[in-house]
């Protein structure tokens, strides 16, 4: 691991809003790291963190949490988090294999899904976040009638999520094959990362599915 990287790994490990498979706050999160009632979304694959941040400065009276394997790239948030104040973000370094070991159910309100690689490749088809191994996790762990945002640059990774969701009880909340065709888009599809941008300057349309379960 390059010396920054290493860096950063170590810095992570001694913020005050950062976690890991260490910390087993499952059914704490609220009284222990919040240290309110506010509802809890959870951000998958969350990389640098910026649109949990983004989601964070929109919206006050919700707390966040972003969940990766890397901490390197978990420290860009986290830091910016601390520096800005925003005592509403958490950063927590798992395997999202695992998500259910580290929260109770019920615990989270809304999950987000933003950029995830799509795994093309038919071996790791059980590898992409919206495969139904994945969705009944993401059931169990939110309930009935909470809902699910897929915000993804790759067709492929869209088309399998909507056929995905077919075989499970959902209701397509928003379902937009490009998001620059919607008027007055909400803010929260407005956060743009560094990913998001480098498709756009590509011409690649954005896409975004909101489903709720039922």
Request: net charge neutral; hydrophobic share 40%; proline share 4%.
């Amino acid at each position: 691991m390059p010396k920054t990287k290493l860096k950063k790994f170590s810095q992570y490990e001694t913020f005050p809003n950062t976690y890991d498979a260490r910390n087993l706050l499952k059914g704490k999160w609220h009284q222990e790291v919040f240290k309110n009632n506010n509802p809890i979304v959870l951000e998958l694959a969350c990389g640098r963190g910026e649109y949990c941040i983004g989601l964070a400065q929109l919206n006050p009276n919700k707390n966040f949490i972003g969940l990766d394997v890397k901490a390197a790239r978990m420290w860009e948030g986290a830091k910016y988090a601390i520096e800005n104040h925003l005592n509403n973000v958490a950063f927590l370094r798992i395997q999202i294999d695992f998500l259910l070991d580290y929260f109770e159910a019920g615990e989270i309100d809304e999950i987000w899904i933003t950029f995830p690689d799509p795994q093309p490749q038919k071996p790791r088809a059980k590898q992409r976040l919206t495969h139904i191994k994945f969705l009944e996790k993401y059931f169990l762990l939110l309930g009935k009638f909470k809902s699910v945002n897929l915000k993804t640059d790759s067709d492929f990774l869209f088309q399998f999520t909507t056929e995905s969701v077919k075989d499970i009880n959902v209701q397509i909340q928003e379902l937009l094959f490009n998001i620059d065709d919607k008027e007055d888009l909400q803010d929260e599809l407005k956060i743009s990362t560094y990913y998001e941008k480098m498709w756009r300057e590509k011409n690649i349309p954005i896409k975004y599915l909101k489903f709720q379960f039922v």
